[in-house]
């Protein structure tokens, strides 16, 4: 089975200023991870993921993430946050031999100006 | 093509009224699956479906709630007698997860917000 842990439950940044939202992901086989975002009164939507090949991946709206097997971490990047950007971050992992698809508790970023 | 469809957006009802959520899932999708999503407990798999079969109900909250996919296109729902605690919202989303085309991912509805005075 696989699990995720986002450490942040809300992450404070100032427009323009770099964000990184932290996930740590737990399995015992070959995983496949993603981010979602969710913004105010709307479902979730996917913002990147990574199935196999290179570990940079890169996102809508200027996102990237990094894939480190060695941490298992999955870290979301952006290197200069908007105000719309304001919203909740989920990280996800599913093993890649298909089980359910396990969320973490989500970060909420605030970009105030 | 058309995204995951859900109906009613928007639910008020009374305490002890039957609800039902309806959730069209996107064509050609393998998986379904019904979260419902509050502020404190955050984002909870209550059920998924492949190919129309339950496959995994153990987050469906007690005998109240139930969940049906009578053919590839439709689920629903429901919850018989609804109660305040049943307040939140309730996501469907689909996937599709088989074959060489399957990578997990997760297409998610709009929402149905219910609210149980």
């Known amino acids: 089975a696989q699990s995720v842990t986002q450490l942040d439950s809300q992450v404070p940044v100032f427009e323009e200023a770099p964000v990184e939202l932290r996930c740590n992901y737990s399995?015992?086989?070959?995983?496949?991870l993603f981010w979602y975002v969710q913004y105010p009164n709307q479902g979730l939507q996917l913002l990147l993921k990574?199935?196999?090949?290179?570990?940079l991946v890169k996102g809508i709206n200027g996102f990237e993430a990094e894939f480190n097997k060695s941490q298992t971490s999955f870290h979301l990047r952006k290197p200069s946050v908007h105000i719309s950007d304001t919203a909740e971050y989920f990280c996800?992992?599913?093993?890649?031999?298909?089980?359910?698809?396990?969320f973490g508790t989500g970060t909420r970023l605030l970009v105030s100006p | 093509d058309a995204g995951v469809i859900q109906s009613p957006r928007h639910e008020v009802t009374e305490m002890g009224q039957e609800v039902t959520l309806r959730c069209k899932p996107i064509s050609g999708h393998d998986y379904l699956f019904w979260y419902r999503q509050t502020m404190m407990r955050g984002l909870e798999l209550l059920i998924y479906f492949n190919n129309n079969v339950p496959i995994d109900d153990s987050g469906m909250p007690e005998d109240r709630f139930s969940a049906k996919m009578p053919n590839a296109s439709f689920s629903t729902l429901k919850i018989q007698p609804s109660e305040p605690r049943d307040s939140a919202v309730y996501f469907c989303a689909s996937s599709l997860a088989s074959g060489s085309l399957g990578t997990g991912e997760l297409f998610f509805g709009e929402g149905s917000r219910l609210t149980v005075l």
């Open positions: 399995s015992s086989v070959s995983v496949y």
């Open positions: 990574y199935l196999s090949g290179s570990t």
């Open positions: 996800a992992v599913t093993g890649t031999g298909f089980q359910k698809l396990v």
